[in-house]
């Protein structure tokens, strides 16, 4: 972002989910390209899916969303955090520091590592970060030039579900480390949002879905339904 504004790069990629959700000051999100598999992947050696995996099996994941889900559907197991490029996560789990580890399905696709998922975890066992999945190509926001080169890039129907996706959990108080997971998708001009809040050892959670043509309405009004009904007080549980 330094670079950006003083001139250095004309753009910069990150992961969306990666961003914050406001603006850093004098730069925008001039592109969001067509969303990639948002999924969470499922790398187990030995061949275990999240439902046979043995009970008490140790699990790395360093996102506190990952595993306020996994711990809500399998309480029994021993999450434990994983730090590293994807290639020394990927290294950790063959080795046996851990029976199996959770990564961005988009990740591991781009890099093409595709070969080491196990499974595809479903949106009802697991949504993903809001985001997720998706670039973002950021600009000077005053940068006419590159805005317009950027435009055939664009892809509508991935910024509005984001966008969404993200107001759900700016509304909500949060940053890229609560245990929030979203994902929407647009048929016709409905978006589809659907979110879960989850207390970080997965004694509780909330699922909601909503549905309307304005994403950041369609966001905030998730998240006050959310709120409304203790959302607060389960992402404070320990």
Known sequence: EDALRAGRVHAAVHSLKDLPTED???LTIGVIPERADARDAWVCPAGHTLATLPEGA??????????????ARRPDLNIQP?????DTRLRKVQEGQYDAIVLASAGLTRLGLQTHITAYLTFDEMLPAPGQGALAVQCRADDQATLSLLRPLEHAPTR?????ERAFLEALG???S????????????TLTLRGVIAAPDG???LTLTGQGTDPVQLGQSLAAQALAQGAANIVTLN
């Open 174 to 176: 949060g940053g890229c």
């Open 178 to 189: 609560l245990p929030v997971g979203a994902y929407a998708t647009l048929t016709g001009d």
């Open 24 to 26: 850093a000051p004098g």
């Open 58 to 71: 140790t699990v790395g994941t360093s996102s506190t969303r990952r595993r306020a889900q996994l711990l």
């Open 203 to 205: 004694s509780q959670h």
């Open 82 to 86: 994983i730090r590293g490029n994807v």
């Open 160 to 164: 509005q579900a984001v966008i969404a």
